[in-house]
């Protein structure tokens, strides 16, 4: 699923997938309406009609954009923190989150390692 941001809300669809879409005020709303959405699909249509990628075992892949990525997220990671993480100066997070540049897909690369690694840290830490 690709989530992406509006002005207003946060939208769903499924790049691989026909006839799956879903919206919400956030992220985990796109999900639950994501889940919702198969789930009528399952519960309106013969399973020979289901699309292959929702029948059997399946998991759900999300996908964000760098600025849907950056305005959820900053609730929870100052910029100056994911500065830290990625390597990226905090001005230019700040730009990318705002729509006043687009970054290019070495930095895009640069922000998801940093944080795939951040969160493997915080996954061997135990309190």
Known sequence: MVIEKSDDFYSGYSDNC??????????EAVKADTEKAIELIKENLPEERWPEQIRGD???EYHLDVVSFLKYYSRFL????????????QKQLSNYMNGRSVPRRKQVDR?????????TELMTVTL
């Open 111 to 119: 922000i998801s390692e940093g944080l795939h690694k951040f969160a």
């Open 78 to 89: 100052s910029l100056a923190g994911l500065g830290r993480i990625t390597g990226i100066n």
């Open 58 to 60: 399946f998991e759900i």
């Open 18 to 27: 026909d006839g799956i879409y879903a919206s919400g005020d956030s992220i």
